[in-house]
């Protein structure tokens, strides 16, 4: 039977009740018999993976000063040593980015995300069982690993299962668990010390290898490894009973079909494969010159200046206005579009890093007047900087890279498109921590700032002329633009 038939036939037996005018598209009347309840279990389950990626990313901040002024000098961490513990996570990140590469289009999205969970727990053990500073760093170093494959598998895993009405919001919530993480590991580092915090953060990628026994492959991993009736099967847990799934499992399979399911160099040429992937990469390295983690590196001195003594509890206000902010960019993803936050993202941190730079600016010219500190106005205006730049960045450029990264890329590219990507935002991350002080030498406090709001200016600019709108389009479709056909 042919395939545009029976996708008719599907459709008319399951929506004909219902839209009797005949208008409804196929697409509508698919919809409109999903049921999501056990999509948001697989998606649930998946984003456990970046709640630990937060754990390690967070865990530093509670646990340096703590390590720095222990009574045993083997685990006493020196000025030198507390910098290497915090950023040697970006070196095993990066390296997890390319092993992800690599498992995802090997063994497939779930097995990779279950595999990642031991690099985590293993990391964790090894710090828990510490007995001299190498131990921390090689427990840092795999913690990193499985947070560089976690970047990954999971926006991919989430954006193959889900369909286009949710996959906005359900993306999103992976920036979502990632600063949820860091907050929650800021608010035990209140009341645990260093060790029961390790142990608390080996809890979620514990419950992601239980919990991943139970969920499906993706379907369209499924398909272009020839396996239909497997996919059928993930399918129908994912849509729910009444969701005529063949119709599709057909569109998937038809797109496998035409562009081939083997990843070749070669494939490079094809703008269907090099322009989401230049548009990815770009995406994470605008992410990491907007200035977020200078920001952040400022963010307790700027407290302290506003006479907030508690510098812990500022950096739990800090990653609660992330949550917050991020969790509203969830839940209007997919009404608002990409492209509108990207550019109200862009725009707000345009202006406050701006408005940081003048705030450098005023600071050093009042110090070069021999005054004593910085008026309190001006403290203020840093406050209020910094809060619009966090809300910013968490509404828009935190979340929605990650987001478009999984939407664009082709299924056949994904393992080798998405270690670039990865590996390009790590590398970012790295070369822009690492160069930020000597930026803040050579340009002054205010000229880094003044850099990072141009820097903002060209990402909405880039947003706007290069960025798609992928919000309501089914993958394939976002597969067909690029390569300049007409999708499923």
């Not at 206000?317 to 839940?331: D, H, K, N």
């Given at each position: ?120 727990v293993f990391g964790f053990t090894i710090i828990i069982a510490a007995q001299n ?166 963010a307790e001195n700027i407290f302290e200046q506003a006479h907030f003594k508690e ?178």
């Amino acid at each position: 039977m042919d395939i545009q038939t029976e996708r008719r036939r599907l459709l008319d037996g399951e929506a004909g009740d219902e839209d009797p005018t005949g208008l409804m598209s196929e697409q509508e009347a698919y919809l409109s018999k999903v049921k999501n309840g056990k999509l948001y279990l697989a998606s649930f389950a998946a984003v456990l993976g970046p709640m630990s990626f937060g754990f390690v990313l967070g865990y530093s901040s509670p646990a340096i000063p703590e390590l720095s002024r222990i009574s045993d000098p083997r685990l006493r961490l020196s000025e030198v040593q507390a910098s290497w513990f915090g950023s040697i996570v970006t070196i095993g990140a990066a390296l997890g980015g390319l092993l992800g590469g690599w498992m995802v289009q090997k063994i497939g999205r779930k097995l990779s995300l279950m595999f990642c969970t031991l690099p985590y727990v293993f990391g964790f053990t090894i710090i828990i069982a510490a007995q001299n500073v190498w131990m921390f760093y090689v427990g840092r170093v795999l913690t990193g690993i499985a947070s560089g494959i976690t970047s990954l598998v999971v926006p991919l895993y989430i954006s193959e299962t889900a369909h286009e009405k949710v996959r906005g919001t359900l993306g999103s919530c992976v920036q979502l668990m990632v600063v949820s993480g860091i907050m929650g590991v800021y608010l035990a580092g209140l009341f645990m010390d260093w060790r029961w915090l390790a142990i608390c953060c080996s809890i979620p990628p514990s419950l992601v290898m239980v919990a991943m026994c139970f969920m499906p492959e993706t379907p369209r991993f499924l398909l272009s490894k020839g396996k239909r009736r497997e996919a059928e099967e993930a399918l129908r847990f994912l849509r729910g009973p009444d969701a005529p799934i063949e119709w599709e499992c057909a569109r998937i399979e038809d797109a496998c079909d035409e562009q081939g399911s083997t990843f070749h160099l070669s494939d490079l040429t094809d703008p269907g494969v090099f322009k989401p992937l230049l548009i990815s990469v770009l995406l994470m390295f605008f992410q990491q010159m907007t200035g977020i983690n200078a920001i952040m590196f400022y963010a307790e001195n700027i407290f302290e200046q506003a006479h907030f003594k508690e510098s812990d509890l500022a950096s739990v206000i800090v990653a609660l206005i992330q949550v917050v902010f991020t969790g509203i960019a969830a839940l209007i993803m997919d009404r608002a579009g990409r492209k509108v936050l990207l550019v109200v993202s862009g725009v707000a941190m345009m202006i406050s890093t701006t408005t940081f730079g003048v705030y450098f600016y005023l600071v050093s010219k009042a110090a070069s007047t021999a005054a004593a500190e910085p008026p309190p106005d001006l403290t203020w205006l840093a406050l209020a900087s910094m809060a619009i730049f966090i809300a910013g960045f968490a509404i828009g450029w935190g979340p929605i890279p990650w987001l478009i990264m999984s939407e664009v890329i082709p299924i056949r590219v994904r393992g080798f498109a998405g270690a670039t990507v990865v590996l390009s935002n790590w590398g970012m991350a790295f070369v822009v921590t690492k160069s930020f002080q000597d930026m803040m030498i050579l340009l002054t406090s205010a000229g880094t700032f003044w850099l990072f709001a141009c820097m903002c200016a060209l990402n909405v600019v880039f947003t706007v002329i290069f960025v798609p709108e992928t919000k309501g389009k089914t993958l394939e479709q976002i597969e067909a633009i690029f390569r300049g056909t007409s999708g499923p």
